[in-house]
């Protein structure tokens, strides 16, 4: 493998595709209010259209992707597929619910029969993300003790929200969420650079942004190639 690789995908094509991992250094969740709320305009004003949310930086392990970069739209959208689970529970759309778990959210283990969750957090969100977010919704059964844990509580409130807001009120309500699933799989895109190992991606971190990335700014990350 060469020392970076890219390439441009659909980020819940990209999450439903692969086994992610935060690594113990990295810091909490850390998205506030504010960036929920920002992030649910841009994705009302560009929907149904494509939208770059910028780059995820990664590495290869055994039988998963280390998260680098990018935890925290990762972590979010892996927030609005359990939000969208718990939604279409409530509509009574259990097949559909039980989809999206095994799509974006976790799949069972053969052997153990325990769930193997598509986003492992790092050490101070990891089983209350899995348990609260990932397994539960919003049903608590790990008590939130970090300043961290209430922002994913916050970003889960907010997102179910404007979920129930925007669709419950439609005739179709299955359908119009369905549209919306495929947005996220094929239309919020990122950049996702794959790394031999953390030293490249710390050399490329300045060239990045957070949200909103460019395809012209691909050509920033060829020149460390």
Do not use: C
């Amino acid at each position: 493998m060469s020392k970076i690789e890219f390439s441009i995908d659909g980020i819940g094509h990209f999450i439903s595709d692969n086994f992610l991992k935060v690594p113990i250094y990295q810091r909490p969740y850390a998205w506030t209010e504010e960036h929920i709320n920002d992030l649910i305009n841009d994705l009302k004003e560009s929907f149904p259209e494509e939208y770059f949310i910028g780059t995820i930086v990664v590495s290869k392990k055994n039988n998963y992707l280390e998260i680098i970069d990018g935890q925290q739209r990762l972590a979010t959208f892996s927030i609005i597929y359990s939000a969208i689970r718990n939604f279409l529970l409530e509509m009574k759309d259990d097949e559909g619910a039980r989809i999206i778990e095994a799509e974006y959210l976790y799949k069972p283990l053969l052997r153990t029969r325990e769930p193997e969750v598509k986003l492992d957090l790092g050490f101070n969100d990891k089983e209350f993300f899995k348990n609260n977010i990932i397994l539960k919704g919003n049903n608590s059964n790990v008590l939130s003790e970090k300043l961290s844990h209430e922002r994913i509580t916050i970003a889960y409130t907010k997102i179910y929200d404007y979920i129930k807001n925007e669709y419950s009120s439609h005739s179709n309500q299955i359908n119009h969420i369905n549209d919306l699933i495929d947005f996220f799989k094929d239309n919020i895109k990122i950049i996702i650079v794959l790394v031999a190992d953390e030293a490249n991606a710390f050399t490329i971190f300045e060239t990045l942004n957070d949200r909103g990335l460019s395809l012209s700014q691909v050509d920033l990350i060829k020149n460390f190639g």
